[in-house]
């Protein structure tokens, strides 16, 4: 088998192997890893044989990973998902009424999406680093369930020591018992002085001033800029296709863009995925650019859906490369005019591509509330306000055909938020339970690279 190369969107990296992509994180010219050439994948290979999430999942990987991984770490790490979520069918799919399902993603070790994904890299990475004998400074940026996976995933690694920056206030309580309450030797949590794009923001320069570190550890990140995180999030929409008659128009709750992404890369590959509406809440800078062809970074505003409260999404970078027809420095200048001036005005051609590929909605906070209030009433179902935002835009599109709303988080992660829209706090599943009275670990750091690498070391 033949290793696939990845290209980075601001064009001034060399190529890499998927390995790369994993222990690098970002390109080393501040872009984001993309394949060279999008393989073509075949639903009917990828469930043959009634295969398991696992199998599909390692099916659908391969062709991204080539002999970039030892041998057998993919079946391994894909395997590692499915035996650390609760559901016997991992990402179940909920049908409320016809024609409207619910994708169930919070079956994980720390009730959240993110589990999908952060649990497989956690596999890659420790086989990985197990062979070349390297010890991995792995940092995240994380409005609360991206830390929350990353600390459950890699705490206790023996090769990895994990950096958490979240924003000081601004993640619910049991997002922060999950982070800072593991005891793992190996796990620093910051909070930072700031909002989510200031963490992500910190991260960014993290990866790109690597030699202001004092460390002799490779440096690499778990968010969804790195491409093995992102692409760990496309088999659960190959999952969900095979259990409909049609392509579905999927409705992804969104914050830094990455999830919604994994469903623009199944569909890319030949998967039959419909359309893609990314719903936000009234931090709505993707929306904004997808109406006005104007990019803009304003200041995150708190919400009930906390994880979606991000004004820059990262992974907007790597659809404008592919609507610009991966013209690497029309990308390039773009996105460095927009780190500069935090405002950018998308090409008239660019933006009519992006508008092809992705619908975006916003979502008030009001209308979130009233969906919470719906769903319960009408299908006896409790949800996180993440979900209510998905639901909520899902409700208004005119359906021919079915449409699914991603579920990205159990209600029980945000208790408050459900209580004052219910008027009762959600049950809370297994893997929620016990946090508090545990003792606390994180220190409190401002919003500067000076202040991170102090705390690092």
């Not at 993309?34 to 659908?60: F, H, Q």
Request: hydrophobic share 45%; net charge negative.
């Amino acid at each position: 088998m033949t290793s696939p190369s990845y290209v980075s969107t601001r064009g001034r990296s060399p190529l890499t192997d998927f390995a790369g992509t994993v222990i690098n994180g970002i390109a080393p010219d501040g872009g984001l890893f993309a394949p060279s050439v999008w393989p073509r994948l075949e639903l009917d290979a990828l469930i043959a044989g009634g295969a398991d999430y696992a199998t599909l999942a390692e099916r659908l990987l391969t062709p991204f990973v080539g002999e970039g991984l030892p041998e057998g770490a993919l079946a391994a790490a894909t395997r590692r998902v499915q035996e650390r979520f609760l559901h016997p069918d991992v990402v179940p799919l909920v049908e409320l009424e016809p024609g409207l399902h619910v994708l169930e993603l919070f079956h994980g070790p720390t009730a959240a999406f993110k589990d999908l994904a952060m649990q497989l890299v956690a596999g890659m990475a420790e086989s990985l680093l197990a062979t070349t004998g390297e010890r991995l400074l792995l940092v995240t940026a994380t409005s609360g369930d991206t830390g929350a996976a990353a600390v459950k995933a890699f705490a206790g690694a023996e090769r990895i020591d994990l950096v958490v920056l979240h924003p000081l206030g601004r993640v619910s309580p049991m997002q922060r018992l999950q982070m800072t309450t593991s005891g793992a030797s190996n796990v620093l949590n910051l909070a930072v002085r700031g909002d989510f794009d200031d963490c992500q923001r910190l991260l960014k320069r993290l990866l790109s001033e690597t030699g202001k570190t004092k460390t002799t550890r490779r440096v690499s990140s778990v968010n969804s800029i790195n491409w093995a995180r992102l692409s760990g999030q496309a088999p659960y929409y190959a999952a969900t296709a095979a259990k409909l008659a049609e392509p579905a128009t999927y409705v992804v709750p969104t914050g830094n863009f990455g999830d919604a992404f994994a469903g623009w890369v199944a569909r890319q590959c030949g998967l039959p995925i419909g359309d893609l509406v990314a719903a936000t809440n009234r931090n709505d800078a993707l929306v904004r650019a997808l109406h006005t062809g104007v990019y803009e970074r304003t200041q995150a505003e708190p919400t009930a859906s906390v994880s979606m409260d991000v004004q820059a999404p990262s992974n907007f970078e790597r659809l404008v490369f592919e609507a610009t027809g991966r013209d690497a420095d029309l990308t390039r200048g773009l996105f460095e005019d927009f780190n500069k001036a935090g405002r950018v005005t998308l090409p008239d051609e660019v933006l009519a591509a992006l508008r092809r590929e992705v619908s975006a909605v916003s979502v008030s906070e009001a209308e979130t509330v009233a969906e919470m209030q719906r769903t319960w009433r009408e299908n006896g179902r409790v949800i996180c306000p993440h979900t209510a935002v998905a639901l909520h835009a899902a409700r208004r599109i005119e359906r021919t055909g079915p449409v699914v709303a991603l579920s990205t988080a159990h209600p029980a992660k945000f208790p408050d938020s459900v209580e004052a829209a219910l008027g009762f706090a959600p049950e809370r599943p297994p893997q929620l339970q016990g946090l508090e009275g545990q003792t606390e670990r994180f220190e409190t750091v401002d919003a500067t690279l000076e202040a991170v690498l102090a705390a690092i070391g």
